[in-house]
């Protein structure tokens, strides 16, 4: 076999991988080391204290229930503040869809808790946004402080 082919199939072989590891595309994950119900109430909390308005809280595994349906824990949390969110909409309209934000925590199936929440460049990309980088890189900083606070010790 030629390196060149040694090399093809190497690269082929690490893509599989990553493809495999990113499954959740534009979706940008942390561990959480308490239960899903303590990371949003941390979760919210945050964002409460910096004046972020909390639209709704959706508990999945208790709408489950209520249909008699079992699903691991699983929570979304709904929050925006129209001084960060507008901006974003005066870059692309288009990613009002997208908006509020969402932060998800669930448990998988191992009992591992993790707290999730759209990727900035991910929604930027999506939405063809070719400027607003310092605006997307703001966003993307704030997300991982709420997330940092929402799964600290």
């Known amino acids: 076999m030629t390196f060149r082919k040694i090399l093809l199939t190497l690269t082929g072989a690490m893509m599989m991988a990553l493809s495999s590891a990113h499954a959740q595309e534009g979706i940008i994950s942390v561990d959480s ?3 899903v119900a303590v990371t949003m109430d941390k979760l919210q909390a945050a964002l409460e204290s910096k004046g972020m308005t909390i639209f709704e809280r959706v508990d999945h595994a208790q709408g489950a229930a209520n249909a ?5 824990p699983t ?3 709904i929050f925006g503040n129209p001084k960060v969110g507008t901006p974003l909409m005066q870059c692309s309209q288009s990613i009002a869809i997208d908006l509020p934000q969402k932060m998800l925590a669930w448990e998988d199936v191992g009992g ?3 707290l999730g929440w759209n990727d900035p460049a991910y929604l930027k990309s999506r939405h063809g946004t070719t400027d607003c980088d310092a605006v997307f890189e703001k966003i993307s900083n704030v997300l991982g402080k709420f997330a940092k606070a929402a799964t600290a010790q």
């Open 33 to 35: 080391p308490h239960s």
């Open 68 to 72: 008699d349906l079992e699903l691991r």
């Open 75 to 77: 929570q979304v949390l």
């Open 112 to 114: 591992g808790v993790h």
